[in-house]
């Protein structure tokens, strides 16, 4: 049962902000003595509802704003504590991966699975769409591995997934990383901060 105060983050490994964003949300949550709810989406459904542009942008970018991306994201990484590079493979077909988050959750090791697709797609450049690669992450987290892979081909992880990322668009998201506190939406791994100037100061 979760407790009055949380924060809901809707997240898909595939994004190099959300893995900025998952390093820290944890250790916001213990400062402040708030529950996650942990909400894996396909970012990917949300792009192809409510948020085309970004797919124009990947086709034709803009080389001023994409430098400057690429340099925050180098100086946030630092900020972090974690190795980010663009891995060969991208964008990657996350399904497998986020339906794997789901399977972890229900075994309670959301954070520990999560954390390692993160690094194996982020730090590592490996290929998080491949289902041998997702079977290793589990089996070496101790989950049952022929559960696991029954599981993230099941409909109850399509249907569940499905479910998620419906419910971020239905409340206004567009991307990931988002996340509610008191239904108010944050959106982006810069927006943490101001998130807990929002708690510290009882903004919301």
């Not at 105060?5 to 820290?24: G, H, V």
């Not at 090791?109 to 590592?124: M, N, R």
């Not at 399509?158 to 206004?172: C, F, H, S, V």
């Amino acid at each position: 049962m979760m407790n009055a105060n949380y924060i809901e983050f809707y997240f898909d490994c595939s994004s190099p902000w959300t893995y900025l964003a998952f390093k820290e949300i944890v250790s916001l949550s213990q400062r402040h003595e708030l529950e996650i709810d942990w909400k894996p989406v396909l970012v990917g459904g949300v792009f192809n509802a409510v948020n085309q542009d970004v797919y124009e942008f990947r086709k034709k970018p803009n080389l001023l704003k994409l430098n400057y991306s690429n340099n925050d994201l180098n100086l946030w990484s630092k900020v972090r504590g974690i190795s980010i590079s663009f891995p060969e493979v991208f964008p990657v077909n996350s399904v497998k991966a986020m339906r794997g988050c789901l399977f972890a959750q229900k075994e309670n090791q959301l954070i520990e699975f999560t954390d390692k697709v993160f690094q194996a797609y982020w730090s590592k450049g490996k290929d998080i769409s491949k289902e041998d690669l997702l079977i290793d992450i589990a089996k070496n987290l101790n989950l049952n591995s022929d559960e696991f892979k029954k599981f993230i081909c099941s409909q109850e992880a399509k249907d569940l997934l499905i479910k998620n990322t419906d419910e971020l668009i239905e409340r206004g998201g567009f991307g990931s990383p988002t996340f509610f506190y008191k239904e108010k939406m944050f959106f982006g791994n810069d927006r943490l901060h101001l998130l807990e100037e929002a708690i510290s100061k009882n903004l919301i």
